[in-house]
């Protein structure tokens, strides 16, 4: 059991747009900012989102995030199929002084 | 080139130890806090230590408190994890990530190693 909850998958169709959520409590995500990756299979996690909604250097402004309160939201429009991998929110937990991840969020481009 | 990289991983018996490593390279180590995060297989990913720039702060999961030590050596640019009286469930690929906090009201793994597995077996 994750401490932040994610929908376990989601699935859309190519050029459409998709949203997966993250959902924690108040030592988590709503006192600390949220960061997204993404993960390919068999490679190593790549930072997609950090303090809440900044992109790194060289992602594609495709993705985007957000947060409010205690929840957060990863947002990927123009789906590509090289964008099916395992999406994970994560933030720091100041009651548990730990990086706490959600479950993941295997995303699929019908 | 910035990069971490790992090693020491293998096949280990239950109740035996191992000592990872984690190279960095391509960056001024010393000025980061580091992390090992593990990902069992077919799982999620599940952080296991944090250590603090000079070492005075060192964080564990519950999971692993009392048997896995975090140290890093700044002057060789190197993270360590000694895992001791390994069980089946520590079995999973085990990444070290920098954590940048330089920006003012967060912190973020922003850089990871390929990961290293570690399987716990008799």
């Known amino acids: 059991q994750s401490v932040l909850t994610q929908p376990p998958s989601v699935s859309e169709a190519p050029r459409q747009r998709v949203t997966i959520s993250c959902s924690g409590s108040s030592s988590n995500i709503g006192n600390n900012a949220v960061n997204w990756y993404q993960q390919l299979p068999g490679k190593a996690p790549k930072l997609l989102i950090y303090?809440?909604?900044l992109l790194p250097s060289g992602i594609s402004d495709r993705f985007s995030g957000s947060k409010s309160g205690t929840s957060a939201s990863l947002a990927i429009s123009g789906l590509q199929s090289e964008d099916e991998a395992n999406y994970y929110c994560?933030?720091?937990?100041?009651?548990?002084?730990?990086?706490?991840f959600g479950g993941g969020t295997i995303l699929t481009v019908l | 080139e910035v990069q971490l990289v790992e090693s020491g991983g293998g096949l280990v018996k239950p109740g035996g130890s191992l000592r990872l490593s984690c190279a960095a390279s391509g960056f001024t180590f010393s000025r980061y806090s580091m992390n090992w995060v593990r990902q069992a297989p077919g799982k999620g990913l599940e952080w296991v230590s944090s250590i603090s720039i000079s070492s005075n702060s060192i964080y564990y999961a519950d999971s692993v408190k009392g048997r896995f030590t975090i140290s890093r050596d700044n002057a060789r640019n190197s993270l360590y994890l000694q895992m001791n009286s390994l069980r089946a469930e520590d079995t999973a690929v085990y990444y070290c990530?920098?954590?940048?906090?330089?920006?003012?009201?967060?912190?973020?793994?922003?850089?990871w190693g390929r990961g290293n597995l570690v399987t716990v077996s008799s």
């Open positions: 990530a920098r954590e940048d906090s330089s920006l003012a009201g967060t912190r973020y793994l922003d850089l």
């Open positions: 994560a933030t720091w937990d100041d009651s548990l002084n730990a990086w706490v």
């Open positions: 303090y809440d909604d």
